[in-house]
């Protein structure tokens, strides 16, 4: 029988005390039995790394270290990753509990998909779900390259080590709030991607949200992501 495959989650954070013990649990509650987990603080001030040291035996690895950013703290929790499938989940954002059995079982079971979604979801600030897909988003290179990135949630993202070091094996720092759509582009060039139809990661929803405030920012960067596509 073959072993389920080792799972890698990287979680960045920076001064996110309201909701990183819930990201936590949210990974180490999964039970999964080959289960590495790479927790990367950039030296936050808000009790954050207090909160990182309650759980320290059940962590992987932990940096708290001054980071120039979102896509430097990712660079260098990849760096130290060992599994056969690679994720992130940033520190405000959940997984389901059924969340690494899912992933573990579709990777074990079919050697030819290199990377998933699943069905878009989000959760509030008290970590009530409250917004589930109605339907599955169908997504392919061609409606990615319309402009359909936002179907991808990067919380639902899980991919094959060899599709991370085959696309480069770097979270690009050029990008401030679109380095997942940045990184799917290069995906793309190499594997298609497989749909989920289930909840495999959720987005919270809450005022310090990024992607919200810069909104414009990010539609502009992640054009600009389909835009180098398309010359590769």
Not at 14 to 23: D, G, K, R, S, V
């Amino acid at each position: 029988m073959r072993s389920p495959p080792r799972i890698s989650i990287v979680t960045p954070n920076f001064n996110n005390a309201n909701f990183i013990e819930q990201t936590i649990l949210s990974v180490l509650s999964q039970g999964y039995s080959d289960l590495e987990y790479i927790v990367v603080d950039g030296a936050s001030t808000d009790g954050s790394v207090e909160i990182i040291e309650k759980y320290k035996d059940s962590i992987s690895c932990i940096i708290s270290e001054p980071d120039r950013g979102h896509a430097d703290a990712l660079n260098k929790g990849f760096a130290k990753a060992t599994g056969d499938i690679l994720a992130w989940i940033n520190s405000d954002d959940i997984y389901p509990p059924w969340s690494f059995s899912v992933v573990s079982e579709i990777f074990s079971t079919h050697q030819d998909i290199h990377w998933i979604t699943g069905v878009p979801a989000s959760w509030d600030k008290h970590s009530n779900l409250i917004y589930i897909s109605p339907e599955p988003k169908y997504i392919n290179i061609y409606n990615y390259l319309l402009g359909n990135f936002t179907w991808i949630q990067q919380e639902s993202v899980f991919f094959t080590k060899s599709l991370w070091d085959k696309s480069g094996a770097f979270i690009n720092g050029d990008y401030q709030l679109s380095i997942d759509t940045e990184l799917w582009a290069r995906f793309f060039l190499h594997e298609d991607i497989w749909n989920v139809k289930t909840i495999i990661g959720g987005y919270r929803k809450h005022s310090g949200n990024r992607a919200k405030k810069y909104y414009d920012s990010v539609i502009e960067e992640s054009f600009k992501a389909l835009e180098k596509m398309l010359l590769s």
